[in-house]
């Protein structure tokens, strides 16, 4: 079948029969143990969340159902109105293959991408008016909760669950259908939030149902040389790798396993049986700290201060002496670090490809050129600092900085776009929470007098 939906109909009771079978025959295997330091220490090391469509090696960095950035990006189905054919993949085919398990045909990946336009043509009536009243100033991370929680008043989910009239074994059906009109409604609220920062709430581009997520999101944010107001003036090889970048951008940051705030939020959320809008808002939420997803913002702020104080992104003695400043003064170096990762993060080299790609689009841009040599620099440095697990580059080190170059120079908006992609990998999760009938979260915590008790 080409529709998502019916496709999950079918590989839903094979896997509902196995997660019984390993909690009949298996419940009692221990996994791990759990230590004051990890009760105390974030929860780290502690492995407790069945969690489907992405796994992360330390070393291996993130994997899609077993598969890494390079398998995805030679497998999955790309846009077949890519001029040259060497564009990323759909993150519409990226969806499939979180929610199935299998790489999509080109057909699959289509049709997905043409329910997800004609779900996403306009925003519902109240959210519209919502987010055009909201204040101005107001962050754009709280505008996209906002906007997502208010749309739970449209939830079928809700709707059926308060009319009585589902059975535990329907939930994932109306849960799937929330997930994906979430999804498609990304573009449409994504371009209003950004037309209430920069154009007091005026379009910036037109929504066309023959194209593709990720294009519509560049067409509302004004930044396609056709559809939109063309706010930055970028010429049609330009707009196409920003369409390009948007893709790339959205098609990776789908998901980094189930323990990280936004997932692990939404999980948590959907686990009291919260409608999809109101699980991901609350991983919004998450989103929207500095140490998860705001730290985009501070690597791009960082590396414009740091070129108004050398004399050349190139030297490395002054980018060096810049780092042991900001070290001995107890500050991090934004981008650089990871909870789990012990190595650069693959989608940090991702994006660097992408700028070492268009060597001519970025050889002017300082502030490329200094993420690039920092990435050189700041592991040496970090190391020898010798506190920090993991030296080498995150995920935000490039991002932002990209979309900077192309004109998206809002640095609070783009964490809204991290938003964007991130709605796929939980949103995929709660589908398969509710299809396998996970209950709700309910974790044991411990007072400082019982982990006295459990220290004597
Ligand atoms: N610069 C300087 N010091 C750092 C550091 C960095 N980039 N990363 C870690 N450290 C320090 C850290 O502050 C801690 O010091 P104290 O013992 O004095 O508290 C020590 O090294 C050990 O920390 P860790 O175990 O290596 O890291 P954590 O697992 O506690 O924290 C991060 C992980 C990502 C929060 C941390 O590395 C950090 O603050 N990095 C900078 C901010 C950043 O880039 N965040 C983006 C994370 C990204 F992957 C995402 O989620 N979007």
């Known amino acids: 079948s080409v529709g998502l939906k019916q496709v999950l109909q079918d590989l839903i009771p094979q896997r509902k029969h196995d997660i019984l ?70 993150p519409e085919s990226m969806l499939w293959l979180l929610m199935t398990g299998e790489v999509p045909s080109i057909e699959q990946a289509l049709h997905l991408s043409a329910e997800l336009a004609a779900r996403g043509r306009q925003l519902p009536d109240y959210t519209d008016k919502l987010m055009s009243n909201l204040p101005s ?15 739970n008043k449209g939830s079928e989910f809700a709707r059926k669950y308060e009319k009585g009239d589902i059975g535990k074994n329907e939930y994932w059906e109306y849960v799937f ?61 330009q707009s196409e790798d920003f369409v390009n970048l948007m893709r790339l951008y959205t098609g990776i940051h789908v998901d980094h396993e189930g323990g990280n705030v936004s ?36 690597v791009v702020r960082f590396l414009i201060e740091m070129n108004v104080m050398i004399s050349s992104p190139q030297s490395g003695r002054e980018i060096e002496q810049y780092l042991w400043n900001l070290l001995r003064c107890k500050r991090v170096i934004p981008g650089y670090g990871h909870a789990v990762l012990r190595k650069a993060d693959p989608r940090f080299i991702a994006m660097l490809d992408f700028a070492k790609a268009r060597p001519e689009e970025f050889a002017q841009d300082k502030n490329v050129i200094l993420m690039e040599k920092l990435s050189e620099i700041a592991p040496k440095v970090l190391k020898e600092h010798g506190k920090t697990k993991n030296p080498y580059p995150n995920v935000d080190s490039a991002s932002g900085i990209l979309f900077y170059h192309y004109g998206v120079t809002e640095l609070l908006f783009f964490t809204v776009i991290f938003g964007c992609s991130r709605s ?15 209950p709700i979260e309910r974790p044991k915590s411990l007072d400082f007098k019982s982990l006295g008790a459990l220290c004597r």
């Open 21 to 90: 079978e390993l909690k009949k025959n298996y419940g009692n295997v221990k996994i791990g143990d759990i230590t004051i330091g990890s009760v105390i220490g974030g929860m780290r090391g502690n492995t407790s969340m069945f969690w489907q469509g992405t796994s992360l090696d330390a070393y291996e960095g993130i994997k899609f159902q077993g598969k890494t950035i390079g398998d995805c990006q030679r497998l999955l189905p790309k846009s077949p109105k890519d001029s040259n054919g060497k564009g990323n993949f759909l």
């Open 137 to 151: 100033g107001m962050h754009p991370m709280t505008q996209l909760a906002i906007g997502l929680a208010s749309m």
């Open 177 to 237: 259908d929330d997930a994906i009109n979430l999804i498609a409604a990304l573009p449409q609220l994504t371009g209003k939030i950004y037309s209430n920062i920069v154009a007091g709430g005026k379009p910036l581009g037109q929504f066309r149902e023959d194209c593709d997520w990720s294009y519509n999101i560049c067409s509302l944010l004004g930044m396609t040389s056709e559809d939109s107001c063309n706010r930055q003036n970028l010429d049609g090889k």
């Open 263 to 298: 997932a692990h939020t939404t999980h948590l959320v959907g686990s009291a049986l919260s409608d999809p809008y109101l699980s991901y808002s609350s991983g919004i939420m998450g989103l929207a700290g500095p140490l998860h997803g705001l730290a985009a913002q501070e």
């Open 424 to 438: 796929m990998g939980p949103l995929t999760q709660l589908v398969w929470d509710r299809a396998l009938g996970l």
